[in-house]
Structures are given as structure tokens and as C-alpha cells.
């Protein structure tokens, strides 16, 4: 994270993060860091990742998620296996499992050179000959993808993410999509899996099961909400914002922890209620119309009305009605 203190106050700026105190030891040096560097310097503003600031998103620590997806791939020794990641992040995941699986994992090439950045070299392979798990660029990973991949080789697809959701409508039956990057949840009741173990990480709540080749899994690199609140309350800033903008369930974290700042009401939510389609719940992008107890916005129309900027408005707005009305005299006259 990143501390910026001098004359304008002090700024804290996190970065994505994420706030995991299971372990005892590891969670008692994060709070002694993080107190030390802020006790003599109260935090005026802190800049949040705000990625799940929401009370619907809940998941494991990464220790137990990656430790479920370890036990779907045990549980197909027979197929191979595509994980689908970003360019840049679930590196420790993937170390996971080529440790409790003691195998390599292919990634593309441009992965791979990021990797070897990373100090990574014995862990990851370009030649498909040497592993059954993938790892592949997430826009690439869809049910189309599996489907194609089944035809060549029993294949299963997993998606590490703290979004347990479908995107686009899937041309098929329409109760699946696309890709896993939307709010959707899917009725597994009638899908009864081969394996007694998979029954067993369904029932986790933390992994949800797509046909019988995909699986979501809550990891997630971010904060969930309980730990977003946990850390708020941590540093006790007096004001903050979140740095994530384009959110599928955006909300400015004061809407939620803005008490904790001081902030006396907070900020109107104009738009929360998860909507329902062919009996799915979709919950859609959340707005906030002010961020913080005074509406500054109001209160600066208010100033410039008082100085005479909306008496100067109000005749320009005048004037322009007027010439609108002459023009459509004119064209009334010559029709």
C-alpha cells in the first residue's frame, strides 16, 4: 500500500487487496504494520478497493478455496483441466496446486514470460505433453471452449473468482452463459454429479457447478465485504473513497462504513434491488448520488445563485426560447 503524508494530510492508498487475518501469526504483523505506520498520522482519506463492497459477495480465505479446487481436479484424474485466469495475478493459487499435485502447469507464452519475472521457472511449461492442467486467459474460457475441448478429451473448466457468475445468454437451453462474469445463480438440483466428492464441494457454498464440465470457485485476490469492514474499522479514516469505478455491483464504500468515518447519513442509493429474469436474481450496477452528509454539489448552485450566476442563467435560458420561437415563426411563414 501506499502512505502519502505532508501538509495536505494523509493519504492511505491500497491498491487491490486482500484482508485475510485467519492466521494468527500473519494477521496480528498485518495489524502491527498497518498501526504502526498510522498511529502518529490519523488517516484523512483513504482510497479503497472497493471491488466487493458489497454485502452480497462472501468467500473463503484463498487457503481453503485454492484447497477445494485441488480436490475438484483429484476428483477427475481422467480429465484434463483449464483454469481460467488473468494476465497478471493468482500466481499463489497455481503454485498450490502444482504443489499438492507435484505437477507442472501450461501457460501461454506471454504468461510464461511474467512468470519467469516472478522467479517462477520450474513450476510452469509451454508444452502441453508434460501436464493435463491449463491455465488460460479468462476471455477465453467459455461453455462454447469446453464444449469444443469435450469433443477431443474429457476436459473440465474452473473459474477462480469472487464472482460466482454467468455473463452473456448461452445459445443453447438460455440457463447458462457465455462466460462466468455476471450475477446468475444456477438450480444444480437436477444435476447429479458421478462423484461423491463433488457432492461435498457443492454443499461448500463456495463452489457451484455449471452442466457437468464447469465450476466456479470463490477466489479472489480482493477483499470481501466482512474483511473490507474489518479493515475500515482498523484504520478509522476520516474520510474515503473507492478506486474501483466500473464494478458490476459498484458501491462507494461510505454507503456501507461511511458511520465509521463520522459521516452522520449516508450517501443515497439510487439503485440496489436486484432485478429477476427467467428466475435468475441479476444484481445490477449500484450508484451514489452524494458522498458524504452535505450535498456540496446543492450547496455550490446555491452560492452561484446568490451571486447572481443563475439570475445571469435564467436570462440566457430566456433569450434562447425566444430565438427558438422567432425561428419557428419564420419557418411558419414561409410554409
Not at 455476471?182 to 461448500?204: E, F, I, M, V, Y
Not at 436474481?281 to 448520488?289: K, L, M, N, P, Y
Request: proline share 5%; with cysteine.
Amino acid at each position: 500500500m501506499f502512505m502519502f503524508r505532508g501538509d495536505f494530510g494523509c493519504f492511505l492508498y491500497t491498491g487491490d487487496f486482500r484482508w485475510e487475518c485467519d492466521d494468527a501469526a500473519s494477521g496480528n504483523e498485518a495489524r502491527t504494520t498497518l498501526l504502526a505506520a498510522i498511529n502518529d498520522f490519523p488517516v484523512d482519506i483513504l482510497y479503497l478497493d472497493n471491488t466487493y463492497c458489497n454485502p452480497i459477495y462472501t468467500f473463503p480465505s484463498r487457503q481453503v478455496a485454492a484447497s477445494l479446487i485441488a480436490d475438484i481436479i483429484l476428483s477427475h484424474p481422467s480429465h484434463d483441466i483449464v483454469i481460467g485466469i488473468d494476465s497478471l495475478g493468482k500466481e499463489e493459487l497455481l503454485l498450490h496446486i502444482s504443489r499438492i499435485l507435484n505437477i507442472k502447469i501450461w501457460v501461454w507464452p506471454e504468461r510464461i514470460r511474467t512468470m519467469h519475472l516472478l522467479g517462477f521457472h520450474d513450476v510452469f511449461t509451454t508444452d502441453t505433453s508434460l501436464t493435463r492442467v491449463r491455465a488460460v486467459p479468462r476471455y477465453s474460457f467459455s461453455i462454447q471452449t469446453l464444449e469444443g475441448l469435450n469433443l477431443m478429451c474429457p476436459t473440465i473448466g474452473i473459474m477462480p473468482s469472487g464472482l460466482p457468475w454467468l455473463k452473456r445468454p448461452f445459445k443453447g437451453d438460455g440457463d447458462l452463459s457465455g462466460s462466468l462474469l455476471t450475477s446468475t445463480t444456477c438450480d444444480n438440483s437436477s444435476r447429479k454429479p458421478a462423484a461423491q466428492q463433488q457432492r461435498g464441494l457443492l454443499l461448500q457454498g463456495a463452489v457451484h457447478m455449471f452442466r457437468d464440465n464447469m465450476f466456479s470457485v470463490n477466489y479472489s485476490d480482493h477483499s470481501c465485504y466482512e474483511e473490507i469492514g474489518e479493515f475500515i474499522k482498523l484504520v478509522k479514516p476520516k474520510s474515503m473513497k473507492g478506486i474501483v469505478v466500473s464494478s458490476s455491483c459498484y458501491v462507494e464504500p461510505l454507503y456501507y462504513f461511511g458511520r465509521v468515518c463520522g459521516v452522520s447519513q449516508p450517501p443515497e442509493l439510487l439503485r440496489v434491488r436486484p432485478e429477476t429474469t427467467r428466475g435468475r436474481e441479476e444484481f445490477r450496477s449500484v450508484r451514489i448520488r452524494s458522498y458524504s452528509a452535505k450535498n456540496e454539489t446543492t450547496v455550490s448552485k446555491k452560492e452561484r445563485w446568490r451571486k447572481g450566476d443563475g439570475h445571469s442563467s435564467l436570462k440566457r435560458n430566456k433569450k434562447r426560447r425566444a430565438r427558438i420561437q422567432v425561428k419557428c415563426a419564420k419557418i411558419a411563414e414561409v410554409d
